[in-house]
């Protein structure tokens, strides 16, 4: 089938900014899952598996990790370890473990989720998270955990600065609240703030993070925390049915990826700023510059110039995928995969787009 955009001499290929969920494995990935030694991960005899979850639990400042199939699942895991039935959370209402994971923690755990307002920036204010926190009544579901994100999907992938994740954490301890991080993208946050992922996960109780958003591992997920925690942690990931056989072939590329792929996550960074201002520059479209902290670009369509539908057809005739959020709000997501001649190409169909209404 003829492509658009090689008709147009833009690109070889089509250009996927819906998420960085679908980056696809490096040449040395490839290479480190051919060659993986295997074992049965159940019984603890998977060599790989075991010397990823050490690099995890190291970069993460924790005792021990534990590999899991998906983001959604290290986090359910982390909050029925936390959580017994009718407890309560207290997380931003923009969360992904809120907005996102199917009402996992309610269907599944029978934890009561009670929400805050997120900030744009992705915090929540100190006095909301306080005021959220129940007392001592047998009218009110037990109060047990608090739950961060960093970056914020939702709140424009903002990192959250230790300094704010310090202040949430003394916060609960005064309450005897723990704490949890939805880091699934706190190694992006590490790179935007340059501090070091331990420092950003320090003083939570677990941290969950994702190999398969822009570390470029087809699968897998992290759950970190002390060895009694992850000890908890693995019975109820068999519960979940998240136990599987020869992890090897995922862990071999998850160490690739923590060698050799945070650093360059800055270089997202960059194309998502150059994404950002130029679509500023585009009449019809507006974006808060201020806001693009990582590799998360949301951005609004004037509505006077066509219909959403118009515009997503239009886009995905051109070749461009992007994720429609509603209404007339739109999110493009830099990563591994997508270079600056990429990001130049989209702008240049979105110009046209906007330009031929």
Known sequence: MDDPLERKGISMKRIDLRSDTVTLPTEAMREAIHDASLGDDVYGEDPATGRLEEMAASMAGKDAGL????????????LLSHCGRG?????????????????????LGGIVPHTVFNQADGTMRLEDIERAIRGDDFHFP???????????????GSPL???????VIDLARRHGLAVH?????????????????????????????????????????????SYDFIEKARRIRKILGGGMRQT?????????????????????????????????????????????????VFFNLDQ????????????????????????FQFRMVTHYGVDRKDVDAALEILRETLAAR
């Open 248 to 296: 090897g072939i995922i862990a071999a590329a998850g160490i690739v990826a923590l060698e050799e792929m945070v650093g360059r996550l800055a270089e997202d960074h960059a194309n998502a700023r150059r994404l950002a201002e130029g679509i500023e520059a585009i009449p019809g479209l507006s974006v808060d510059l201020e806001r693009v902290k990582t590799n998360i």
């Open 304 to 327: 006077v110039r066509m219909s959403e539908e118009m515009f997503m057809d239009r886009l995905a005739a051109e070749g461009l995928g992007l994720l429609h959020l509603g209404p």
């Open 142 to 156: 037990r109060s047990r955990l608090v739950c961060l994100e960093n970056t914020h999907n939702r709140c424009n």
């Open 181 to 225: 991080l939805d880091g699934a993208r706190i190694f992006n946050a590490a790179v935007a703030l340059g501090v070091d992922a331990s420092e950003l996960a320090c003083g939570f109780d677990s941290v969950a993070f994702c190999l398969s958003k822009g570390l470029a591992v087809p699968i897998g997920s992290l759950v970190c925390g």
């Open 161 to 167: 600065s230790p300094e704010y994740s310090n202040a």
């Open 87 to 107: 407890d309560e959370i207290i997380l931003g209402d923009q969360a992904h473990i809120f907005y996102y994971e199917a009402g996992g923690m309610a269907a």
């Open 67 to 78: 590999l899991v199939p998906s983001g959604t699942m290290a986090n359910l895991i982390c």
